[in-house]
């Protein structure tokens, strides 16, 4: 395959840290082992389809400002076929064996719910074919409910019970989609779940009718026989004021809620931890410690910018902390780490597409090397360790097996007085970390 982009004739080389080449690898060695698993098996790095191949560069003040070859083409489905094209000689060439989408971006909509079926059918098969010949597979699909105007008021949470019915239909196809591409997951992203006014909303009937449509969803995977993994995407706002999956915590909750736990893990993105006011380590950790940290979508946001601006995860010590806790829990298991990224309006080029890709490989690269460093010195976890040394002894093991009362905790005090003040050391903490970077 080369015919979208000829200024990568061949696949990107893994060249070393020595190598000034913007096209090779400087970290990223798919075949070096770190403790046990290759830097493949570690990182499987997903290509997404919406931003890579259907991203225009569009911002609220102006149009497309990317002109992409796959787009120069009459008819949508033609352009659906250069774009699936273009999506695996990309992939192939950059070495990832990965790609996500939503039903949208692979096939257009059509005039009739049934038309939108058959495209996507089509499409399906084209890109089966693409996955045999190149070996890439499918890390997940998803339903694009927000781009079109029925989804404006919600989809799932929609006021109107047939919107509900049209989503339902078309998840139900995504899922169908994706099974037949033999997709290891498949994500839930609440596109437009959520509130701009609450003059308007019924919160907890909006929660219900939520519930009502992740358990038809887990009915019809059963089903059908698609074994990948459920996963929900947690957004605090953007598009609607309030998304309803606001952040880890939130969706743990709604799982436990309604009965869906044992269905479900979620999908941590970057950017998406710090419009909720965390940092991504913060969402990795919450969702790990529950057992349910399924899949990342890697990108980054900027300081300044109050949205999901969706930028490339080039930050060492956010990939560095990222990769502490992935390793930490023993991996991802079906999950990748998804490039829910986009080159910023400015960088035109196809060959920005892989400088972007390249950049962020590297960095994850570069940080699973960090992170396996510091975990296996265990300077960190044997501080950790200590400091909560007490927890471990008698009184502790008594109270965290639920065998203490208030009365014994206040014998403990008359018997062993005021508690000696120890130093969190987290300046000390923060020059270990550099100590490896
Ligand atoms: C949007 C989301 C979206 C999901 C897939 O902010 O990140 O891209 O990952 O629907
Ligand atoms: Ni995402
Ligand atoms: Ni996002």
């Given at each position: 395959m080369n015919r979208f982009f000829t200024e990568v004739p061949t696949n990107i080389p893994y060249e070393g840290?020595?190598?000034?080449?913007?096209?090779?690898?400087?970290?990223?060695?798919?075949e070096q082992v770190v403790n046990g698993k290759t830097m493949e098996e570690h990182l499987r790095f997903s290509v997404a389809?919406?931003?890579?191949?259907?991203?225009?560069?569009?911002d609220p003040f102006g149009g497309a400002s990317f002109d992409r070859?796959?787009?120069?083409?009459?008819s949508d489905m033609d352009i659906a076929k250069a774009t699936c094209e273009a999506t695996f000689e990309f992939v192939t060439k950059l070495g990832v064996r990965y790609y996500c989408f939503h039903d949208r971006d692979l096939a257009p909509e059509g005039q009739t719910f049934s038309e939108s079926c058959k495209n996507l059918e089509a499409m399906v098969a084209l890109a089966k074919t693409f996955q045999e010949q190149t070996g890439v597979k499918l890390l997940w699909g998803t339903a694009?409910?927000?781009?079109?105007?029925?989804?404006?008021?919600?989809?799932?949470?929609?006021?109107?019970v047939h919107v509900f019915a049209y989503a339902a239909a078309q998840i139900k196809h995504a899922i169908a989609a994706t099974h037949e591409l033999n997709g290891e997951n498949y994500v839930f992203w609440g596109?437009?779940?959520?509130?701009?006014?609450?003059?308007?909303?019924d919160m907890n009937k909006e929660a219900r009718q939520m519930a009502r449509l992740f358990h038809m969803a887990v009915d019809y995977a059963a089903k059908i026989g698609f074994t990948g993994q459920f996963l929900i995407e947690p957004k605090p706002?953007?598009?609607?004021?309030?998304?309803?999956?606001?952040d880890a915590a939130t969706v743990l909750n709604f799982l436990q809620t309604y009965d869906l736990s044992d269905h479900f893990k979620l999908n941590i993105e970057a950017n998406h931890a710090t419009l909720a006011g965390h940092s991504f380590a913060h969402e990795l950790t919450v969702a790990s410690d529950a057992g349910k940290l399924g899949s990342m979508d890697i990108n980054r946001g900027d300081?300044?910018?109050?949205?999901?601006?969706?930028?490339?995860?080039?930050?060492l010590y956010d990939t560095v902390y990222a990769m502490l806790v992935v390793l930490r829990q023993g991996g991802l298991g079906s999950g990748g780490l998804n490039f829910d990224a986009k080159p910023k309006?400015?960088?035109?080029?196809?060959e920005d597409l892989f400088y972007a890709h390249i950049g962020g490989m590297d960095t994850f690269a570069r940080a699973l090397l960090i992170a396996d460093q510091i975990i296996s010195d265990g300077l960190i976890s044997d501080f950790v360790a200590k400091r909560y040394?007490?927890?471990?002894?008698k009184t502790g093991k008594e109270i965290l097996a639920g065998n203490a009362s208030f009365e014994k905790m206040e014998a403990y005090i008359n018997k062993h007085g005021e508690p000696v003040l120890q130093s969190g050391r987290q300046e000390y903490l923060e020059n270990v970390i550099n100590s490896y970077i």
């Open positions: 840290t020595a190598s000034r080449d913007p096209l090779a690898f400087r970290y990223f060695n798919p389809y919406w931003h890579t191949f259907k991203g225009s560069g569009q070859p796959w787009n120069r083409f009459s694009n409910l927000f781009g079109h105007p029925r989804y404006t008021h919600g989809a799932g949470t929609n006021p109107d596109g437009r779940e959520g509130y701009d006014t609450l003059l308007n909303t706002k953007e598009p609607t004021k309030h998304q309803y999956d606001y300081l300044l910018l109050g949205w999901d601006t969706d930028q490339f995860p080039t930050d309006r400015g960088s035109i080029g196809t040394h007490s927890w471990s002894e």
